[in-house]
């Protein structure tokens, strides 16, 4: 997008700036500041030291602060170009230094970092404050806004210009001098929360470690044991295995350790991190969040802060929320009791009287898998090195949209990372992907996709997007690769699902790229579908040491075991969407106990039975408290409601790869926010998305059953 003079003669003056009150080289060209001329217009990682981020910061918020004052003093009448397209356009050079610190500072953090986050966070919080509560931007804002009907917008510009409005409105501009000076003290504190809490999150991670003894790895398969003994030899411990609260470390011990013990001591260590009343404990910032959120809320009309984050996107109330939850809880509990019993039956002659515990279910499920399916995890995985499973994704994208992919020479912030350029059909440059695959203790546990460079438009040319995909998969072990589960395979198919999206945009105006929260998890989950096709993995589950196809029977395997644990891993999924929504829902004006209150809320309430935790408890529940997420954990399950009947419309055609419905599928992705997120659902779909295809994924209902008409 074109930006303003200001902006221009603003960062000439900035370009080359002085670091020695930062700790940095004394005049020395900042290269956050300066044009990128890397290949493909990647940051330039291997220029940037840690002391250039907070000098970047305080430049990009000034010349963001000329640009607004070049908007606020227009002499001309509001307009929407001179207003709301001058205001989309400003903070282009902000958003580019905060999207490259802190998408680095999640995925290879130190404590440098840490501190430079803890700094700038609150003063991002002000400055945006600054610019959303001025009360002459918004005068200017308000009059295009309510002129709007006589101002020749199209349909584009008349959503942006919504969008801006109501933007303004959820930042406080209709708010007194006094209620938004409360408003951004309140916005500070829960910057440096949010800050705080990741801070315990990543220590508590980094503090816990399983030191085991050779004789206490009885189970366990050896390429278990040679990562175990890799990860200990790399923090000097010889001759010892360690464990840690890393999915790639933790759910493979759940699975194979026979040693009961063992098992309790390490999940006992996940589901207690941060919860020890020790200096990592999160109980304290958490309800320091929860009354800082309330008074927000209150502050903005809202009653809850559910309220308040849910009248924003699709579900638009927490009562349309719980009513999507709870029509699932109830056939997910039931299934996940039934999957008890026959586990508490293979379990009898092992634990006798002794009651079956949470730290239980992921091994005897895999006995129980072994037993009715003849399936077992370690063998599947020999099939899934990463090398096979990333030449898949980029084959169904091949297949769906024509797009193809070349090993790119850039910049990497790490080097364990790697770089491809995307190719659109035609051969031109969709843009780039950069995959950090591998935990290491500076990056954050999960999965997650971003964008360093966001697509945009610019002297009437479109700006490449430069996207990340991180991941934590297991390190290749000994002379084998990387070997993937089932459950990292869809991770995989999942998070390109979301680059795919960033990839594909065409969106003219910055304002319009984002979506709804709970549409978002649209386009990535419903590559997960394709994943386990047979016709699929055909083409990309060979085995790493023979080269041999995966085998029919293994296939058919699989399938047969789709909606094996079902229960489990939906009430578990359930359980953390509802204790979310439960708990920001609540006016919180005073300190509660966070514990008591979850075990009230699911225990108590809805009966969730002892053996299943929920999938993240609060004091480690990043994606509500330091990711984004507040009130909004549903969407995962809100957004398969639309990617299960989405795939129906491929399923429809009797081709799985049928290039039409893609290129349908595309123009979807490609449109961002510029609709609301049903509209592009029913643009697509032409209907309204159904239930049924969900349920019966899960295997709650029968197909039959779908189609049975209610009764009356």
Same mark, same amino acid.
């Given at each position: 997008?074109?930006?303003?003079?200001?902006?221009?003669?603003?960062?000439?003056?900035?370009?080359?700036?002085?670091?020695?009150?930062?700790?940095?080289?004394?005049?020395?060209?900042?290269?956050?500041?300066?044009?990128?001329?890397?290949?493909?217009?990647?940051?330039?990682?291997?220029?940037?030291?840690?002391?250039?981020?907070?000098?970047?910061?305080?430049?990009?918020?000034? $010349?963001?602060?000329?640009?607004?004052?070049?908007?606020?003093?227009?002499?001309?009448?509001?307009?929407?170009?001179?207003?709301?397209?001058?205001?989309?356009?400003?903070?282009?050079?902000?958003?580019?230094?905060?999207?490259?610190?802190?998408?680095?500072?999640? $995925?290879?953090?130190?404590?440098?970092?840490?501190?430079?986050?803890?700094?700038?966070?609150?003063? #991002?919080?002000?400055?945006?404050?600054?610019?959303?509560?001025?009360?002459?931007?918004?005068?200017?804002?308000?009059?295009?806004?309510?002129?709007?009907?006589?101002?020749?917008?199209?349909?584009?510009?008349?959503?942006?210009?919504?969008?801006?409005?109501?933007?303004?409105?959820?930042?406080?501009?209709?708010?007194?001098?006094?209620?938004?000076?409360?408003?951004?003290?309140?916005?500070?504190?829960?910057?440096?929360?949010?800050?705080?809490?990741?801070?315990?999150?990543?220590?508590?991670?980094?503090?816990?470690?399983?030191?085991?003894?050779?004789?206490?790895?009885?189970?366990?398969?050896?390429?278990?044991?040679?990562?175990?003994?890799?990860?200990?030899?790399?923090?000097?411990?010889?001759?010892?295995?360690?464990?840690?609260?890393?999915?790639?470390?933790?759910?493979?011990?759940?699975?194979?350790?026979?040693?009961?013990?063992?098992?309790?001591? #390490?999940?006992?260590?996940?589901?207690?991190?941060?919860?020890?009343?020790?200096?990592?404990?999160?109980?304290?910032?958490?309800?320091?969040?929860?009354?800082?959120?309330?008074?927000?809320?209150?502050?903005?009309?809202?009653?809850?802060?559910?309220?308040?984050?849910?009248?924003?996107?699709?579900?638009?109330?927490?009562?349309?929320?719980?009513?999507?939850?709870?029509?699932?809880?109830?056939?997910?509990? *039931?299934?996940?009791?039934?999957?008890?019993?026959?586990?508490?039956?293979?379990?009898?002659?092992?634990?006798?009287?002794?009651?079956?515990?949470?730290?239980?279910?992921?091994?005897?499920?895999?006995?129980?898998?072994?037993?009715?399916?003849?399936?077992? *995890?370690?063998?599947?995985?020999?099939?899934?090195?990463?090398?096979?499973?990333?030449?898949?994704?980029?084959?169904?994208?091949?297949?769906?949209?024509?797009?193809?992919?070349?090993?790119?020479?850039?910049?990497?912030?790490?080097?364990?990372?790697?770089?491809?350029?995307?190719?659109?059909?035609?051969?031109?440059?969709?843009?780039?992907?950069?995959?950090?695959?591998?935990?290491? %203790?500076?990056?954050?546990?999960?999965?997650?996709?971003?964008?360093?460079?966001?697509?945009?438009?610019?002297?009437?040319?479109?700006?490449?997007?430069?996207?990340?995909?991180?991941?934590?998969?297991?390190?290749?072990?000994?002379?084998?690769?990387?070997?993937?589960?089932?459950?990292?395979?869809?991770?995989?198919?999942?998070?390109?699902?979301?680059?795919?999206?960033?990839?594909?945009?065409?969106?003219?105006?910055?304002?319009?790229?984002?979506?709804?929260?709970?549409?978002?998890?649209?386009?990535?989950?419903?590559?997960?579908?394709?994943?386990?096709?047979? *016709? #699929?993995?055909?083409?990309?589950?060979?085995?790493?040491?023979?080269?041999?196809?995966? %085998?029919?029977?293994?296939?058919?395997?699989?399938?047969?075991?789709?909606?094996?644990?079902?229960?489990?891993?939906?009430?578990?999924?359930?359980?953390?969407?509802?204790?979310?929504?439960?708990?920001?829902?609540?006016?919180?004006?005073?300190?509660?106990?966070?514990?008591?209150?979850?075990?009230?809320?699911?225990?108590?309430?809805?009966?969730?039975?002892?053996?299943?935790?929920?999938?993240?408890?609060?004091?480690?529940?990043?994606?509500?408290?330091?990711?984004?997420?507040?009130?909004?954990?549903?969407?995962?399950?809100?957004?398969?409601?639309?990617?299960?009947?989405?795939?129906?419309?491929?399923?429809?055609?009797?081709?799985?790869?049928?290039?039409?419905?893609? $290129?349908?599928?595309?123009?979807?992705?490609?449109?961002?926010?510029?609709?609301?997120?049903?509209?592009?659902?029913?643009?697509?779909?032409?209907?309204?998305?159904?239930?049924?295809?969900?349920?019966?994924?899960?295997?709650?209902?029968?197909?039959?059953? $779908?189609?049975?008409?209610?009764?009356?």
């Amino acid at each position: 997008m074109k930006k303003t003079f200001v902006l221009l003669t603003t960062l000439i003056a900035l370009m080359t700036i002085s670091c020695s009150n930062e700790g940095g080289s004394a005049s020395r060209e900042n290269p956050l500041l300066a044009e990128w001329t890397t290949p493909l217009g990647v940051p330039p990682f291997d220029q940037i030291e840690l002391d250039d981020y907070m000098p970047a910061f305080k430049a990009a918020m000034k $010349a963001h602060k000329e640009e607004i004052k070049a908007i606020i003093n227009n002499p001309e009448e509001p307009t929407w170009e001179n207003t709301i397209l001058a205001l989309d356009n400003a903070g282009e050079l902000l958003g580019r230094v905060s999207n490259c610190f802190f998408l680095v500072a999640e $995925a290879d953090t130190n404590e440098q970092m840490q501190k430079i986050q803890i700094k700038v966070s609150p003063m #991002l919080s002000a400055h945006s404050d600054e610019i959303m509560m001025n009360p002459e931007l918004f005068k200017r804002v308000k009059k295009v806004y309510l002129g709007r009907k006589n101002a020749g917008l199209d349909e584009y510009q008349l959503r942006l210009l919504e969008k801006t409005y109501k933007s303004f409105e959820r930042s406080g501009a209709n708010l007194s001098e006094a209620d938004q000076k409360e408003l951004a003290e309140i916005n500070q504190k829960l910057s440096e929360a949010g800050v705080q809490y990741a801070k315990n999150l990543l220590a508590a991670n980094a503090e816990f470690e399983m030191v085991l003894e050779a004789d206490q790895l009885n189970g366990l398969p050896q390429s278990v044991r040679t990562a175990a003994k890799e990860a200990a030899e790399a923090k000097g411990y010889e001759g010892k295995y360690l464990f840690d609260l890393s999915k790639p470390s933790m759910i493979p011990f759940l699975t194979y350790s026979k040693e009961r013990d063992l098992r309790e001591r #390490l999940y006992t260590g996940y589901l207690t991190k941060c919860n020890l009343d020790d200096k990592n404990d999160n109980k304290e910032v958490i309800n320091t969040l929860l009354a800082l959120r309330t008074r927000r809320a209150n502050l903005l009309g809202f009653d809850t802060h559910a309220q308040f984050v849910l009248d924003d996107v699709m579900a638009k109330t927490p009562e349309a929320v719980y009513e999507l939850l709870d029509g699932i809880w109830g056939p997910a509990l *039931e299934t996940a009791k039934k999957e008890l019993e026959d586990m508490k039956k293979l379990a009898k002659s092992d634990l006798g009287d002794a009651p079956f515990q949470s730290w239980d279910w992921w091994f005897y499920a895999e006995k129980l898998r072994k037993q009715r399916y003849s399936l077992d *995890e370690m063998s599947i995985r020999q099939y899934f090195s990463l090398d096979n499973v990333r030449l898949g994704v980029f084959g169904l994208c091949n297949r769906l949209y024509g797009i193809t992919f070349s090993p790119a020479k850039v910049p990497v912030y790490n080097p364990e990372c790697s770089a491809y350029q995307v190719f659109d059909a035609d051969g031109t440059t969709l843009g780039v992907v950069i995959f950090d695959f591998h935990p290491r %203790p500076s990056k954050g546990f999960g999965a997650w996709c971003g964008s360093y460079v966001d697509m945009s438009i610019k002297d009437g040319k479109r700006v490449t997007p430069v996207v990340t995909v991180v991941c934590n998969f297991p390190r290749p072990v000994g002379k084998a690769p990387s070997l993937l589960s089932i459950d990292d395979v869809e991770t995989f198919f999942h998070e390109f699902g979301h680059a795919l999206h960033n990839l594909f945009a065409q969106v003219p105006y910055k304002g319009l790229s984002g979506v709804e929260r709970d549409f978002v998890e649209l386009p990535s989950q419903i590559m997960e579908n394709w994943a386990m096709e047979p *016709e #699929l993995l055909k083409t990309y589950a060979i085995h790493y040491q023979n080269g041999s196809v995966i %085998p029919n029977h293994l296939i058919k395997r699989i399938q047969k075991s789709a909606l094996f644990n079902q229960g489990f891993m939906t009430t578990e999924l359930l359980a953390a969407s509802l204790s979310d929504l439960d708990i920001h829902n609540l006016a919180v004006t005073e300190p509660i106990d966070i514990n008591a209150f979850e075990r009230k809320v699911l225990n108590e309430q809805r009966g969730l039975i002892e053996e299943i935790a929920p999938r993240y408890r609060y004091t480690y529940f990043s994606h509500i408290f330091d990711g984004g997420y507040s009130s909004g954990y549903y969407s995962y399950i809100w957004a398969e409601v639309l990617d299960k009947d989405a795939y129906q419309a491929f399923v429809e055609t009797g081709n799985l790869f049928d290039r039409e419905t893609a $290129a349908r599928f595309r123009t979807l992705l490609e449109m961002g926010g510029m609709k609301d997120g049903m509209s592009l659902y029913r643009d697509f779909r032409g209907a309204d998305p159904s239930r049924d295809a969900l349920m019966i994924s899960r295997g709650f209902i029968t197909p039959e059953e $779908a189609a049975a008409p209610e009764e009356k």
